[in-house]
């Protein structure tokens, strides 16, 4: 079965902190998506990756950076955090086309 | 340009109701729309996607939706709602590109007892 993996689920970071948000896929998929999710907001795209090594900028990258070390594994990078970062973090994966996108279950990060 | 757009922020129905959630996009060239569902504090589902062929597809839960081309929509459908139906749908278009994904703001569904 199709699985997406994100840790932590929860995070409380203080301001000026460095926050990673860790991504894991068994699908193969080489398409992967760091979105976020805001109250009134549909999903927006922060990072994309095509594959290891690429890692590409989405709708609103500013503040965060993407890092894609393996097929499988696909971190956002949040170097010094601000409270405007508070959200729920989506990650995903996709094949070709993204004829289907397998989501996670979120992380809801808090920065105070 | 390609977009997405749902009108309806929230639409709510009486449970055992028939539902209609609106999505229409811009898009020129041939599309694949998703629906997705989000149920409270949780990730994303797929309820049904279309590719090309019969435009009225088939998703989970006895959700369908019907692709028009002349009128750049794809609205999502139920016969009877359940109050277990209550969530965010989500309206999505892949693109041109094998990485775009463009969503709608999305519906929430509320079912009245």
């Known amino acids: 079965e199709a699985a997406v993996t994100q840790s932590p689920r929860n995070k409380v970071a203080v301001t000026g902190g460095k926050v990673t948000l860790s991504c894991n896929q068994t699908n193969n998929h080489n398409n992967m998506y760091w979105y976020r999710q805001d109250t009134g907001h549909g999903l927006r795209l922060i990072h994309y990756s095509y594959g290891a090594g690429s890692t590409e900028k989405g709708d609103i990258p500013d503040g965060y950076k993407a890092s894609r070390p393996s097929q499988e594994n696909f971190s956002l990078i949040l170097e010094l955090a601000t409270p405007s970062q508070t959200s729920v973090y989506f990650c995903?994966?996709?094949?070709?086309?993204?004829?289907?996108?397998?989501f996670g279950k979120g992380t809801r990060l808090t920065v105070v | 340009a390609q977009s997405v757009t749902q009108p309806d922020a929230r639409v709510t129905v009486s449970e055992g109701a028939s539902l209609q959630l609106r999505c229409k996009y811009s898009?020129?060239?041939?599309?694949?729309l998703f629906w997705y569902v989000q149920y409270p504090r949780q990730g994303l589902q797929l309820l049904l996607k279309?590719?090309?062929?019969d435009p009225v597809v088939q998703g989970v839960n006895g959700f369908e939706a019907e692709f028009s081309k002349s009128n750049s929509s794809f609205h999502l459908r139920k016969a009877s709602v359940h109050w277990s139906d209550s969530a965010v749908y989500f309206c999505?278009?892949?693109?041109?590109?094998?990485?775009?994904?463009?969503w709608g703001s999305g519906t929430k569904l509320i079912i009245k007892p």
């Open positions: 995903a994966s996709g094949d070709l086309r993204d004829t289907e996108v397998f």
């Open positions: 279309y590719y090309s062929g």
């Open positions: 999505v278009l892949s693109g041109d590109s094998n990485y775009q994904l463009i």
């Open positions: 898009y020129s060239g041939t599309p694949y």
